[in-house]
């Protein structure tokens, strides 16, 4: 097979994404108290930033009309998904309003803390930082909490699980 080589513009804007989408990330689920009330977005853009103090980042896109309330949040909860929570995260990147379709309770920062994740990373707001089309949001973790299973992975614009190889 040939490689195919170019460079990122508006003309390969798609082959760009393809590229992107070869890098296989896990799903999670941010989520918020707001005025309006709770409020949810599906990410895949998260990774740890540093261990001490323990910091991670996530970013949301500028044009999500989520963007802002995310941004401006004093905390929020970052939920790894568990493999048979496909549903759960298609729902919240349609509708990050519309709590009907998850089982939560507020964790200790008030934050939505969603039930049956395979992590669960309780932050407070740290910084955000411009960044193109999209905005970096950094957190300090003040809790974690955890299960055993196997996570939900998004690759080349297709859900599914891992594969262990032994």
């Known amino acids: 097979m040939a490689e195919t080589s170019f460079i990122p ?3 390969t804007a798609r082959a760009y994404r ?3 989408g070869s890098f296989g990330t896990g799903v999670t689920v941010v989520t918020t108290q707001t005025e309006r009330g709770p409020l949810a977005i ?5 990774t740890s930033v540093s261990l001490e ?3 991670l980042l996530w970013c949301p896109a500028r044009a999500s009309l989520r963007h802002d309330a995310f941004v401006s949040a004093a905390n929020f909860a970052i939920h790894v998904m568990a493999e048979d929570q496909l549903g ?6 349609a509708n990050g309003e519309d709590f009907s379709a998850a089982a ?3 964790n200790a920062l008030g934050a939505p803390a969603l039930e049956g994740v395979l992590a669960r990373f309780d ?5 955000a930082h411009p960044a193109g089309d999209h905005t970096i949001v950094i957190g300090e973790v003040a809790s974690v909490t955890t299960r055993p299973g196997k996570g939900l992975i998004f690759k080349r614009g297709q ?8």
């Open 104 to 106: 939560w309770q507020p």
């Open 159 to 166: 859900y599914g699980g891992f594969l262990e190889q032994t």
């Open 123 to 127: 932050c407070c707001e740290f910084a």
């Open 18 to 20: 393809d590229a992107l």
């Open 88 to 93: 759960l995260a298609k729902h919240f990147a």
């Open 53 to 55: 103090p323990p910091l």
């Open 9 to 11: 513009g508006p003309d």
């Open 42 to 46: 599906t990410v895949n853009s998260f």
